[in-house]
């Protein structure tokens, strides 16, 4: 039995959902709170867990659809991100079904452009700081012998707005004059949403035969805000402010534990991310970019007493930047308005859980 807690725990580190955008379809940095810490979901009664995860990607190909306009970056026109972030996370178990987690975004953010820069010269514009908090916790399902084979869990969380929504940086060649003037950054690179979210998600993982299971998660996180006030520097009046939308992700695959190098792990699996056309619930105007990522998500993990590490680098195989709500609204039979957005080929995901485990009293101590 304690052979199998050891590979589950293994394996849940590579259940993470960390943030997702790839690119300006702006995908913030949090996930579906039972997966932010992974391996802290496996905690006993009593026991905590510390986790910090690294992300990196840079996104330069911009797709219109799913159709990638190649000639951006032949002719170097093209957006480029560079987003850094870093979860710090705090897991504890109030039993062996309940838990409670804590986690806060720290980013910092670049985007290069011509067409925010008078379209003459290439100019990056930046934000950093912290973003938004998120508070929540989660129940496994099974307890005890049941949960031999595997597990699955719910959890409920909610998003608060402690990230700086509306960044500001420093564009060059505005107006007709050509001044530098201080502005709100792009909406792919803002720290926040400005808006106080609902997030449920799901996790599982089963043993499909002797070191192989099958795991499993995913989250919707619901942003009943509609707008943020934040102005984007957009010409049409409908795009003028910034939108608060509902995000989502799910994964699924398949991962191995090596008997032989004790703690050793690899996982092969499927993800897909994105921002819907419009909220579940709430209004849906104001700008946005809408799309979706489905990605192949290789992963390598290891274990060594109660530190784990886990990298995971999902590669890119559709990428989609839907049409919005004010493209429809924008378009007309004969001009139809479909907004690009740039996207990452990959994401690089790095993770380190520290499990404490619970004191046990001995006859010594005890007196």
Not at 119 to 147: N, P
Not at 221 to 231: A, D, S, V
């Amino acid at each position: 039995m304690k052979k199998i807690t050891t590979i589950i725990a293994v394996a849940m580190l590579l259940c993470t959902i960390n943030s997702y955008g790839q690119g300006c379809v702006a995908i913030r940095q949090f996930s579906g709170l039972g997966n932010a810490v992974g391996q802290g979901n496996m905690l006993e009664k009593g026991e905590w867990n510390i986790s910090a995860n690294y992300r990196y990607f840079k996104s330069f190909r911009h797709f219109r659809g799913t159709h990638e306009e190649t000639n951006r970056v032949e002719d170097g026109t093209e957006v480029i991100n560079h987003q850094h972030g870093v979860d710090f996370n705090i897991s504890y178990a109030f039993n062996e079904r309940i838990y409670g987690i804590i986690s806060l975004p720290l980013q910092y953010n670049e985007r290069s452009s011509l067409y925010e820069h008078g379209r003459t010269e290439r100019h990056t514009t930046y934000s950093k700081g912290f973003g938004d908090m998120r508070i929540g916790a989660g129940y496994w399902l099974l307890s005890g012998e049941k949960a031999k084979k595997g597990n699955t869990a719910i959890g409920l969380g909610i998003k608060f707005p402690t990230g700086d929504y509306a960044a500001t940086s420093t564009f060059y060649n505005q107006g007709t004059e050509g001044v530098a003037e201080v502005k709100t950054v792009d909406q792919s690179i803002q720290l926040g949403d400005g808006g106080t979210g609902l997030i449920v998600d799901f996790q599982g993982l089963w043993n499909i035969k002797s070191t192989y299971f099958w795991y499993y998660d995913g989250f919707y996180m619901f942003n009943p805000k509609e707008m943020n006030g934040t102005p984007t520097n957009r010409r049409r009046e409908n795009e003028a402010i910034m939108s608060v939308p509902d995000q989502y992700a799910v994964r699924t695959g398949v991962f191995k534990s090596f008997e032989k190098i004790h703690g050793l792990g690899i996982s092969l699996g499927g993800r897909m991310e994105g921002i819907p056309v419009r909220d579940a619930i709430g209004g849906s105007n104001g700008f946005r970019r809408p799309g979706y990522i489905v990605s192949v998500e290789p992963g390598i993990s290891y274990m060594k007493g109660n530190v784990t590490g886990t990298l995971n680098v999902p590669i890119a195989l559709l990428r989609n930047r839907t049409q919005s709500v004010t493209d429809i609204e924008n378009s007309t039979p004969d001009d139809v308005v479909h907004g690009d957005a740039a996207f990452a080929d990959y994401l690089i995901n790095f993770s380190l859980a520290w499990r404490i485990p619970r004191k046990v009293a001995t006859p010594f101590n005890s007196l």
